[in-house]
């Protein structure tokens, strides 16, 4: 089936809805929105639609979600009932998993939960943040805003991650590219050089010696050091699932030399205008600060926010609780002070968030300007080491130098 933008206005409401629908043809979609109680406006193909990711993995990405949660958003703003809106969104939905996801929901909907309850049984593909939004905009009365404000929080966290990533896609590649040029080396040329030497019945340099030897034993016992690599990589991930080693990842994570700040600011950005999201539904302030804390993906920084929370609780200003705390940036809770004389905490906590997204794609562009050279410098000196460690031996031995 192809896939079609259209908007179209609701006969009960007389609002225009700007969706996707699903069918054969144009002529079938504007029938199908015909039968929902719309007036198609206008419909058109829509091509390329759908995650890549999804189609071939069959898993949930944030693009799915992204799409789901606006048009689960229109159709509600649009004055349909929850259930009807579910159900037509399910159908415009091309993951076959997420499909199966909304039509759980709708069966748990129909038979009486709310919505939040319904979301809140698939953990997996709705987190906490999703919860309670949805649970402010059902007791609040403005689910589709609410709908709406997680659609864009997700969209903002996506594309977050995406920057952090493409900063630490590139070293990886030079990283690469070196191991590359350090193997070609001593499989193909090294061994050459050693029979040179063999031939005229010379002693081999120190270090070109040392290649020599490197090269032997890879090329004899390379089975080895992939089982030892692969033991290496299988425990260093079981460490990483122990308290201990969340715990040292965490902290390498904001105290690594380069990418420390990089990611201090990117924990700081997401506990802002994720509290910035949750206060402005109607979520309470301890609320937000527990839900905020289990989504920041930092155990050293959610540690700080439960231990602020607490004072909370024991009456403190949010900015007196989060003062102390040696993990969250300074900045934080002098601009929540200022939220809090002015009544606006909401609003602040948006403007600090906006500050340290600003901050953090400053920071990746430092960041990929001044490592480029760097790692040019490195590749440099490694091949040029070892094209020195191979041909110097040669100049040798063509000058007649004994060495």
Same mark, same amino acid.
């Given at each position: 089936?192809?896939?079609? !933008? ?20 144009? !002529? ?7 039968? %929902? ?6 419909? &058109? ?40 809106? +579910? ?6 939905? %091309? ?53 709406? /404000? ?34 070609? @080396? +001593? ?7 050693? &029979? ?5 019945? &010379? ?33 260093? /991930? %079981? ?41 402005? !539904?109607?979520?309470? @302030?301890?609320?937000? +600060? ?31 609780? +989060? ?24 609003? @602040?906590?948006? &403007? ?16 990929? !300007? ?15 080491? @070892? ?17």
């Amino acid at each position: 089936m192809k896939k079609f !933008t259209y908007e179209a206005r609701d006969q009960a409401s007389n609002k225009i809805v700007k969706s996707t629908i699903q069918a054969d043809s144009e !002529t079938a979609a504007a029938r199908l929105l015909i039968d %929902q109680g719309f007036v198609p406006l206008e419909v &058109k193909e829509q091509i390329g639609d759908g995650s890549f990711m999804s189609r071939v993995t069959g898993r949930i990405t944030t693009k799915d979600r992204v799409m789901f949660t606006r048009q689960l958003a229109t159709l509600i703003g649009a004055g349909l009932p929850l259930a009807q809106s +579910l159900h037509t969104v399910m159908g415009q939905t %091309q993951n076959k998993q997420l499909q199966s996801v909304v039509q759980e929901i709708v069966t748990s909907v129909e038979g009486g939960k709310t919505l939040s309850e319904s979301f809140a049984a698939h953990p997996k593909v709705f987190n906490e943040v999703f919860i309670s939004l949805i649970s402010a905009g059902e007791l609040s009365g403005t689910l589709d805003d609410s709908l709406q /404000r997680i659609a864009a929080q997700q969209e903002k966290d996506a594309a977050t991650a995406s920057k952090i990533k493409g900063a630490l896609t590139y070293p990886l590649i030079v990283l690469v590219v070196i191991f590359g040029v350090m193997a070609f @080396m +001593l499989f193909t040329v090294v061994p050459q050089v050693e &029979k040179l030497y063999d031939d005229l019945g &010379k002693p081999l340099p120190f270090l070109t010696q040392i290649m020599v030897s490197s090269a032997n034993f890879l090329t004899q016992f390379w089975w080895l050091a992939i089982i030892i690599i692969a033991i290496g990589i299988y425990f260093l /991930r %079981q460490y990483l699932q122990t308290e201990n080693g969340i715990k040292f990842k965490d902290t390498f994570k904001i105290k690594v030399p380069l990418f420390g700040k990089m990611f201090q600011k990117l924990y700081m950005a997401r506990f802002a205008r994720t509290g910035q999201t949750l206060l402005s !539904t109607g979520v309470s @302030m301890l609320d937000m +600060l527990n839900v905020t804390s289990r989504s920041i993906n930092n155990t050293l920084i959610e540690e700080s926010i439960n231990r602020a929370a607490e004072k909370v609780q024991g009456g403190k200003a949010l900015s007196a609780a +989060l003062e102390p705390e040696e993990n969250i940036d300074k900045l934080v809770p002098q601009m929540i002070k200022i939220g809090e004389q002015s009544g606006r905490i909401d609003e @602040m906590m948006g &403007k600090v968030a906006q500050v340290y997204e600003d901050e953090l794609d400053e920071e990746i562009r430092t960041i990929s !300007t001044a490592i480029e050279p760097v790692l040019m410098v490195i590749l440099a000196v490694v091949a040029g080491g @070892m094209v020195g460690a191979i041909l110097f031996p040669i100049y040798s031995l063509v000058n007649g130098i004994n060495i």
